[in-house]
């Protein structure tokens, strides 16, 4: 008769030995991946020296991009202080805004990080576009208005290639360095000045009273609009008259756009 009393006992000491197997075995998968992460620390401190404190990542070179209102020099100084530094530490986002804060022709500051150890500063500027003659004083603007320098009329008219707006309306608007000023219709005398030189007119400067803009050229002719009526408009006008003023071979001394029917004299 078969002794199954005898069988379950084997088949337990089995059981027991897989058991035993399977433990030996977790145990040693733990032992492993622990050795492999002691293993991995001294190699992991090894790449955080080179990363964080050898020279050959401190930042060695500062290059900027040629200017033609800031002093370039002026900026590679004030970004040398970034010498030295860890390239991967070191954060740009203060000096940025410096920059841009302190130097009026400044319009932003972008930098790249040239690896191991250089920093390239984009600088780009505002460009001057009118002189304003105003009682305030005289002072150099961009296009949308923002006061970029103030100085004597002679000296912005003769080292700046802008166009002279003067005329009783710019009295009552302030002008203030490094700040954007109230006179908000810059951008469109910008615009009206463009599209005259896009048809071959060179504006010379512009006189503002009551609303009214008188464009005076280099050869003294001039082209009259206004603040008060439709600027889109007047320009369509403009482009009409001029190309029937190419066709009949026209003379003028001025074109007063503010009328449906341009005045010409």
Known sequence: MKDFSQERKIDSQILRKKQRRLKKDR?????????????????????????????????KEIEVNE????????????????????????????????????????ENVYTEKIFPNKVVVHVREKEPEFVVNSEQGCFLIDKVG??????????????YSAKEIVGEDLNNIDFVLNTQSNFYNAEKIFEIVNVLSYYGYSVKGVNI???????????ERSFIFSFAADMEKQLRRFIIVKKKIDYDNMSFESIDMRYQRPVLK
């Not at 033609?68 to 954060?91: A, C, H, M, Q, W």
Request: with cysteine; charged share 25%.
């Open 27 to 59: 145990l040693l998968s733990i032992l492993k991946k622990r050795l492999k992460v002691f293993l991995y620390i001294p190699f992991l401190l090894i790449i955080a020296y080179l990363l964080f404190y050898s020279p050959f990542f401190l930042i």
């Open 67 to 106: 200017l033609s209102y800031v002093d370039r020099g002026e900026i590679v100084k004030n970004f040398e202080v970034l010498k030295n530094e860890n390239f991967f530490l070191t954060d740009l986002s203060d000096l940025r805004a410096k920059a841009i804060k302190e130097y009026p022709f400044i």
């Open 209 to 219: 009273e009551n609303q009214v803009l008188n464009f005076e050229l280099y050869d």
């Open 146 to 159: 923002f006061v970029l320098f103030e100085d004597e009329c002679s000296y912005l008219k003769s080292n």
